[in-house]
């Protein structure tokens, strides 16, 4: 159990911590995407820059024509040598990012469309065009913002609940724009990896639970076994022991003259016998839940006769006077197995008895349809009743210590009638006593 323990332990932070590297690959993982996003809408910014100024150009007269802005470029080689390590790159000012070539086209274009020779004959730029054609090529793009700003200078204190993407053209000129978080846009992208950590995480922690919840109940199982074994052994050893000495000392010290002694000794031993014949019975019962398809050796009863006999066994071996009342029709017949039948019907009766006071009325009452085993006991409390037929399970008694059990009477009652496809119920109340009912009739129904 001490390396169950700590193997327990280990697991769980282990996957707290896969937990965690999952939430931060997560937050890695949706940067990355917000940055490809923004540098998507940097070139929207870009190419709205370029519409509105090529506008401005030819509504000056600047454009052929053919109304074609002609523009004369030059190209610089960006040559970093023999260079390959990822420091020296870094030393010669290499960056992958600003050396494509289409970039670079494009800043030079930027540039030479803003030259200040220009300027004074376009006039200056004309800001909700810039805005209207920025937000149709994000739309182009596959981005829907539901707000659009593009301003000369820096408005962060104005948008901040926006993003801001900067676009610088030349010295003393740049654009900020700002637009509606993508997040949606993100998350859609992220959706199937987060649906199926979210699940993986789900299946985990319910795999997780349902494991420490088994083995909970195993615990519990084996201290219940282990309460059972110890009263049992108990209680085999007193009637082994009785018995034994009754008939050691009928062996070693016979007494032919004396009739009442050993008529004594035997009753004696033969009332342990039964008591630990009982207890057998009991031990045997209890593994019938490993025999799933024992089947039940049903013959016709008639029960009047049949009760009659369980209950004049029960008188007899009874620890203390009981008055126990039969109310049955002589035609009354049932289809059973006579022998579980009898320790189901032996088992009521006996609760019935250990259960009660010292003034001890059980009334038996059986026709075709049902038999019901009423008492006035101490009675079970309403919220114990479902307990009650599980194996081990014994209601609390308090400070009684003078009812012995071992919890799997009722279980054992309650797995026969199931293997015969009647039904048992129980009404009680606290001090009045219990009504066990058997329904015979339920499996035709």
Known sequence: MKHFKLILTCTRVIVAMLFVANMIFMVQLYNSIKARYINDVEQSLSRADHIEMVDRLIDA?????????????????????????????????????????????????????????????????????????????????????????????????????LWEIVYRVKDGLTYYAYISPLTNNILREMGGVIISSALIALVLTFGFWYLLHVIARQRTIEEMKDDFTSNMTHELKTPIAIAYAANDSLLHFPDSQDEERTKKYLTAALEQLTKLSGLVENILGMSMERRKRLAMATEKIYLKDFLSSIIEQQKLKAEKPCDILLECGEDVVVEADPTHFSNV?????????????????????????????????????????????????????????????????????????????????????????????????????
Not at 104 to 127: E, K, N, V
Not at 366 to 376: E, K, P
């Open 345 to 445: 019907v032996g088992n009521l009766i006996d609760n019935s008895i250990k259960y009660s006071g010292e003034s001890v009325v059980i009334k038996v009452r059986a026709d075709a349809m049902t038999l019901a085993v009423t008492d006035n006991g101490i009675g079970i409390p309403d919220k114990l009743l479902p307990e009650i037929w599980k194996k081990f399970y014994r209601v609390p008694q308090g400070n009684r210590a003078d009812v012995r059990g071992y919890g799997i009477g009722l279980y054992y009652v309650k797995t026969i009638i199931d293997k015969h496809g009647w039904h048992i119920s129980v009404v009680s109340q606290p001090g009045k006593g219990s009504t066990f009912t058997i329904n015979f009739l339920i499996n035709e129904r």
């Open 61 to 161: 007269g600047l454009a052929g024509d053919d109304e074609v802005v002609w523009i004369a470029i030059g190209l610089k080689r960006s040559d970093v040598g023999s260079a390959m390590d990822a420091d020296e790159l870094r030393e010669l000012g290499y960056s992958q990012g600003f050396r494509r070539v289409d970039k670079q086209i494009m800043s030079m274009i930027a540039q030479y469309l803003h030259d200040g020779t220009y300027a004074d004959r376009i006039g200056q730029p004309d800001m909700s065009k810039m805005e209207e054609a920025f937000r149709r090529d994000l739309i182009f793009s596959g981005y829907y913002p539901e707000e659009v700003h593009i301003t000369d200078h820096e408005s962060a204190s104005k948008y901040s609940d």
